[in-house]
């Protein structure tokens, strides 16, 4: 069983829909919490980062992190086709350390 | 300010050669990360360097290493090349030691291994 486990997808939506992204852990340690987007050819993009558990809020973005159940969510709203991408979750056990566990990342299409 | 760049951009490389790909970091950050990405083992922590010393390593076989110069540019080496190290080599930099909350990530180098 993989530390991370995280859906991959491929998901579809239509513009405009609320999306909702999961992964969930199996290692109690995991205190920060990090949500990237990575397009075609790039390179992943830090969205949100999150300590322990609870939520966070930017923008259109809602990271939520539920530490008793070892699980972390990651909601669009309002979605756009520029939000099509592979969106990856990680996390590690302290806060100096980028020894990071990512998730498999879920592709996510949204349609205009 | 400028992005991670990273070079090459892509490589193609034959069984038992070895690679070196080279990450220069943004401006002002002193520490580099580099990651293997394959579609069969996602993301995976190689190691980092900050201030020209290798701080962590991830659970990578020794033939993967790397180096920090003094203006925090970062090369990594993979010798013996096997098929199974086909990926995308990401490296990230940010300006502390560790700062999951502040790394970028440049497009990475794509190493394919024939």
């Known amino acids: 069983q993989k530390e991370v486990e995280q859906d991959p997808g491929p998901l579809s939506v239509p513009e405009g829909a609320i999306v909702s992204l999961n992964c969930t852990y199996s290692?109690?340690?995991?205190?920060?919490f990090m949500w990237y987007r990575q397009y075609s050819r790039k390179g992943p993009e830090l969205l949100m980062y999150?300590?322990?558990?609870g939520n966070k809020e930017d923008g259109r973005f809602t990271a939520q992190v539920d530490k008793s159940s070892k699980y972390i969510s990651l909601f669009i709203r309002d979605s756009q086709p520029s939000d099509s991408a592979t969106y990856l979750c990680?996390?590690?056990?302290?806060?100096?350390?980028?020894?990071?566990?990512f998730g498999a990342g879920t592709r996510l299409t949204v349609k205009p | 300010k400028a992005g991670v760049t990273q070079t090459p951009r892509y490589l193609i490389k034959t069984r038992g050669q070895q690679v070196t790909l080279s990450c220069s970091p943004i401006?002002?950050?002193?520490?580099v990360s580099w990651y293997q990405q394959t579609p069969g083992q996602g993301l995976q922590f190689l190691f980092e360097?900050?201030?020209?010393?290798?701080?962590n390593k991830g659970n990578f076989p020794g033939r993967f290493s790397g180096r920090q110069f003094s203006n925090s540019r970062s090369e990594m080496n993979v010798s013996t090349l096997e098929l199974g190290d086909s990926a995308l080599y990401l490296c990230?930099?940010?300006?502390?030691?560790?700062?999951?909350?502040?790394?970028?990530f440049g497009p990475g180098t794509r190493l394919t291994v024939t």
């Open positions: 290692n109690s340690a995991f205190q920060y």
């Open positions: 401006s002002g950050h002193r520490s």
């Open positions: 999150t300590y322990s558990s």
């Open positions: 990230a930099s940010s300006s502390t030691s560790g700062g999951a909350n502040e790394q970028y």
């Open positions: 990680a996390m590690t056990m302290l806060y100096n350390n980028n020894d990071m566990r």
């Open positions: 360097y900050f201030s020209e010393t290798q701080r």
